[in-house]
């Protein structure tokens, strides 16, 4: 059901600032346009309170990223995470996940580190970096060995190239600088932010 909820978002917005504030003003202007799956990584101030504040929102579906190790992978799913990502292999998150019904999504990008996702565990293998390592053309190669996993490509991608990735084998994809650019944030450019993430929901 998440899984199915993760694909028809299409686009995943990687939250990733520096103030806990301008993440929670990413959501809500991001979640205004049309936008309700994100992802809340783990380098911004107090995540797990933040993951709270939003989980307890019915209509939207919040996952934690970049998680170091279990027990933060258990404070964020206990604070409402539905998902969680990390941009490596790590086989000690899979069993928090299991005991919470989570998604549990683990960073690879060549076919060796795809098998070590799967055999850790992953119900997603999240290819980081996508982009410089050569964007959907690489997503294409790998779903031709692994055409039954599903892959999410994170890192570079911007809201021009989303119907690429998609096309090439994606079953989702993550964005953070396009949706989530912290500049814009700060100084209030709602308008910006908003077009991207107008231009990915059309």
Known sequence: MM???????????????????????????????????????????????????????????????????AATADACLRAGARFIVAPWVDAALAAPCREAGAVLMLGALTPTEVRAALQAGADVVKVFPAASAGGPAHIKALRSVFPG???????????GSVAAYLAAGAAFV?????????????????AAIEAAARQILA
């Not at 933040?50 to 998680?67: C, H, M, S, Y």
């Not at 996993?149 to 809201?159: A, L, Q, W």
């Not at 993550?174 to 709602?190: F, P």
């Open 149 to 159: 996993v599903i892959f999410c490509p994170t890192g570079g991608i911007e809201p």
């Open 174 to 190: 993550g964005m953070g600088g396009a949706l989530v650019d912290e500049a814009r944030i700060a100084a209030g450019d709602r």
């Open 3 to 69: 899984l199915d909820a993760l694909r028809t978002a299409r686009v995943v917005p990687v939250v990733r600032t520096r103030l806990a504030r301008h993440a929670a003003t990413a959501v809500h202007w991001l979640r205004e346009a049309g936008l309700r799956v994100f992802e809340i990584t783990m380098t911004i101030p107090d995540a797990p309170a933040l993951i709270r504040e939003l989980a307890g929102q019915k209509d939207l579906l919040i996952g934690a990223g970049t998680v170091p190790d």
